[in-house]
């Protein structure tokens, strides 16, 4: 496969956890001539061993017409570009930025102004899935906020090689924004769910079937189909996502909402009771799935495993 003729040809891609790895992967089946930067350098290099012709290292960026990021917030983007040793120093005048980590918008405004002032363009277009899928790497969604439309036109195709859907949802912040709403009610929706589980535990329902019945019907979301069955319940932990990172998006939700007047404190609450969960666990790194088991512990009682023969999704 080739990358369109007239198209961008050259892309460096900065982040090779989860999600950018196969986001990275995918630019490479599509025929784009790659460029990798990793923290971690034995990641990095086991990359380029799997993908032959793929240049590794910073200093690799000078020729690329577009840098994609996938990188836990904001501030280490920020870091990345505008700090010490910066990328940004290394890239070509014109060089459209990508940020797809999710980012704080108002950052992503300001971060926006400041790329600018040295000839690069930003665009921030942030990932989201409609289930947890080990399996199909494309199966994300796009919401690409930027104020250059040239320079949106001009990365849809390799977006549109990363992704089954891509949104184009107005100017530059509003990709970051609309992802910090969408996990505002992905977030509501798991905290919903595990308290329901509790509940229904104290009155005698079965959590399994619980679960069953809400993916039947109207509770459908994220978590009661995918991640408390296969991950939660499974006790495997596997997702992939921090429940720091979540704790973190939804600060970002909540200093969005009072940006905004808008008088709810529901996007506080839950990031206070994930914060909870978060000490409590006493793991900065434990994957979010690991959430049931602070619940349970309020609860005074753990949920029962999952019952023999439930077939989950192979891990990656």
């Known amino acids: 496969m080739t990358a369109p003729a007239g198209a961008v ?3 460096g891609f900065v982040g090779l956890g989860k999600a950018g790895w196969n986001m990275a992967a995918n630019l490479v089946a599509a025929g784009y001539r790659l460029v990798v930067s990793e ?9 380029a061993a799997e993908h032959p012709g793929v240049r590794r290292g910073p200093e690799a960026f000078g020729d690329v017409e577009v840098v994609v990021t996938m990188l836990p917030h904001g501030g280490v983007v920020r870091d990345v570009l505008l700090g010490e040793g910066g990328l940004a120093g290394r890239l070509a005048p014109g060089t459209i930025v990508v940020d797809t980590s999710s ?13 600018a002032e040295i000839g690069l363009v930003l665009l921030d277009a942030p990932v989201t899935r409609p289930e947890h899928d080990h399996v199909n790497t494309r199966r994300i969604t796009f919401m690409v906020g930027g104020d250059d439309e040239a320079a949106v036109e001009r990365v849809m195709p390799l977006l549109e090689a990363m992704a089954e859907r891509v949104f184009r949802v107005g100017a530059l912040g509003n990709g970051h924004a609309t992802k910090t709403l969408n996990n505002f009610v992905a977030c509501s929706g798991l905290v919903a769910a595990l308290d329901a589980l509790m509940i229904g535990q104290r009155f005698g329902l079965d959590a399994e079937t619980t679960l069953d019945v809400f993916n039947a019907g109207t509770a459908r979301n994220f978590s009661t189909a995918s991640v408390l069955i296969d991950e939660s319940l499974s006790r495997r932990y596997a997702t992939g996502f921090g429940l720091a ?17 808008f008088p ?3 996007p506080q609450q839950v990031r206070d009771r994930l914060a909870e969960a978060l000490e409590a666990l006493g793991d900065p790194s434990v994957d979010h799935a690991a959430v049931i088991e602070y619940w349970e512990r309020v609860n005074g009682a753990p949920l029962p495993p999952l019952r023999p023969g439930r077939a989950l999704p192979p891990l990656a």
């Open 245 to 261: 990172l979540m704790v973190k998006d939804m600060g970002i939700a909540s200093r969005l909402t009072e940006a905004m007047g």
């Open 9 to 11: 040809t050259s892309v």
């Open 39 to 47: 923290r971690d350098a034995e990641r990095e290099e086991r990359f």
């Open 103 to 115: 980012s704080d918008p108002f950052g992503t405004r300001e971060l926006g102004a400041e790329l």
């Open 264 to 266: 709810t404190t529901a």
